[in-house]
């Protein structure tokens, strides 16, 4: 999610390094036994809950018998966005939303970047198969309306593609069986606080992006299948690991509302949806299900638990 995933990396970034150096071994030995789940039960409801990975490279196998048993159960999916299913719809309200906020007032992109990246830029626009409607406002909008036209694609590494999100499949099979969507967050407060960023910072993002540093996508890569590619395995230390590195690293701002503030929210919605009856599958980053303040440790504070499932 835009300014989210924005932190996110951020924090991604600065902790690659402490990761790899950790644990080079986990990927090959992690067990191919499906996504991390648990379960919630009360006398008239049951809440699943797994963890996703809002982008994945190509043919990663993360489905089981189990969650696929689960979600069949169901007759409502929660994601951190209800948008999540309905892409276009989605991407809709996104281009409308960022057209009337990052109009510029200034001098069109192209000016502000150097010939190189108006090359990586347009490379970039046609590798992601922007829509021409899209293309055609990129000049007279801001840094940020670019790096949305180019779809985020490398946020954790070569090969990691938004059109491979957990969140996105689920939707789409909740959508297959009748399901209800619904979202435990707005689209309004996932990029509020992006537009707040100043058009020097919009346009530092965008040159971010269009940058081409083969060991540091390298890098990002791997620690992306260490902590991520495992998670999908069954496994859990990695991504573990690489919450509790985001709480020590001194340069990292802000992961208590990332995870803490966020996760007690959702675990106030969980709460009042366990009061009901019926069955739910809830599905969030796995960042948000694993270390100190996770949502399974929010709700336990509420006297909920969620097992192992």
């Known amino acids: 999610m835009p300014a989210i995933q924005i932190r996110m990396r951020h924090a991604f970034l600065a902790l690659a390094g402490c990761l790899l150096a950790s644990a080079a071994p986990a990927l090959a030995q992690a067990p191919a036994s499906g996504l991390p789940m648990w379960v919630i039960r009360d006398a008239d409801s049951t809440i699943y809950i797994t963890g996703t990975v809002h982008l994945l490279p190509d043919d990663v196998q993360w489905r089981s018998e189990k969650l696929d048993a689960a979600l069949t159960e169901a007759t409502e999916l929660w994601l ?51 829509p021409p409607d899209i293309a055609a406002k990129i000049d007279s909008m801001k840094g940020w309306y670019a790096v949305y036209a180019i779809d985020r694609a490398h946020d954790l590494g070569v090969g990691y593609r938004g059109r491979n999100g957990i969140d996105r499949v689920l939707a789409r099979l909740a959508r297959d069986q009748g399901d209800s969507i619904k979202g435990l967050e707005t689209l309004e407060f996932q990029i509020s606080d992006m537009f707040e960023m100043s058009a020097e910072e919009q346009l530092e993002e965008l040159r971010w992006r269009l940058k081409t540093d083969t060991a540091l996508q390298a890098r990002i890569k791997r620690t992306s ?85």
């Not at 510029?104 to 992601?128: C, H, K, M, N, W």
């Not at 969980?270 to 399974?296: M, N, Y």
């Open 80 to 130: 951190e966005l209800a948008e999540v299913g309905d892409p276009e719809g989605l991407n809709a309200k996104l281009l409308r939303t960022y057209a009337d906020k990052l109009a510029s007032t200034g001098q069109p992109l192209s000016s502000q970047l150097t010939e190189d990246e108006r090359i990586r830029l347009a490379a970039a626009i046609a590798e992601a198969e922007t």
């Open 225 to 309: 299948d260490l902590a991520y590619i495992s998670w999908v395995r069954g496994e859990t230390h990695m991504t573990e690991a690489l919450v509790s590195l985001m709480y020590l690293a001194p340069n990292v701002n802000n992961v208590d509302w990332l995870l803490r503030e966020r996760n007690e929210s959702w675990a106030a919605t969980i709460e009042k949806r366990l009061a009901g009856s019926g069955v739910s599958f809830v599905a969030v980053g796995a960042l948000h299900l694993v270390g100190r303040d996770s949502l399974q440790k929010r709700l336990k504070l509420r006297g909920i638990e969620a097992q192992r499932y």
